[in-house]
């Protein structure tokens, strides 16, 4: 089955740099890759999302870019606030439409 | 507003006693999904239901049971609960075309 790994697992930046994350999955047929976020105490939300057509897709301050060759994509967050400090986790979905696979997470802080 | 909602919202239990767990949906959609949260492991996939009839174990299946009472309902149980399945809880649905998955608040258990 799908296996992703999420890398870094913490991630300290001061405010107004950029912060990447990345993420390697395992099954080739994956075509769907969210990224979301999570606030303290919160439920997680979806922040950007890419399907396995597109290289790269951006939403203001946020990007993520998808290397299907290499089995990898990263979320890149520039001009970092204090209020993007939050837990962030990448998944995949597999084509047969599977449910989503989550990495472990990336803990960012962001300090001002 | 359609929404996810989950009860109860924090649980205390002991060893071998049965629960379960209830997630409810207002968003119409047919995909309803469980996972446990655990700090550093991020979100496990438990099972799966994509309609009334359909479920699926997901990654970490052993030790629960779903049951899938209508297209807005989905439970989770553990029948004879453990130390180690104290955890955060979420359920989550999505829409089959869009894929955004949409969580609950989430449950926090504690199995003493």
């Known amino acids: 089955g799908e296996n992703v790994e999420q890398h870094p697992s913490t991630l300290s930046v001061q405010e107004g740099d950029s912060a990447v994350i990345k993420c390697t999955y395992s099954?080739?047929?994956?075509?769907?890759f969210p990224w979301y976020k999570q606030e303290l105490g919160k439920r997680p939300q979806l922040i950007i999302d890419i399907r396995s057509n597109v290289g790269e897709k951006k939403d203001q301050r946020i990007a993520v870019t998808l290397n299907k060759t290499a089995k990898h994509f990263s979320l890149h967050i520039t001009e970092t606030q204090p209020e993007d400090s939050a837990v962030y986790f990448c998944?995949?979905?597999?084509?047969?439409?599977?449910?989503?696979?989550f990495g472990k997470g990336t803990t960012l802080s962001v300090s001002s | 507003d359609a929404d996810v909602t989950q009860t109860p919202r924090n649980r205390i239990t002991k060893t071998g006693k049965r629960i379960m767990l209830e997630c409810s949906q207002t968003k119409g959609h047919d995909r309803m999904y469980w996972y446990r949260q655990d700090p550093g492991l991020g979100l496990r996939l438990i099972y799966y239901?994509?309609?009334?009839?359909?479920?699926n174990k997901g990654e970490i299946s052993d030790g629960y049971s779903v049951s899938r009472q209508a297209q807005a309902k989905f439970s989770l149980s553990l029948e004879s609960a453990i130390p180690n399945q104290t955890a955060l809880y979420f359920c989550?649905?999505?829409?089959?075309?869009?894929?955004?998955?949409?969580f609950g608040p989430g449950t926090r258990l504690t199995v003493l």
């Open positions: 998944a995949a979905s597999p084509q047969a439409g599977t449910a989503l696979i």
């Open positions: 099954d080739s047929a994956s075509n769907y």
């Open positions: 239901s994509f309609d009334v009839k359909d479920i």
């Open positions: 989550a649905t999505s829409d089959p075309l869009a894929r955004e998955q949409f």
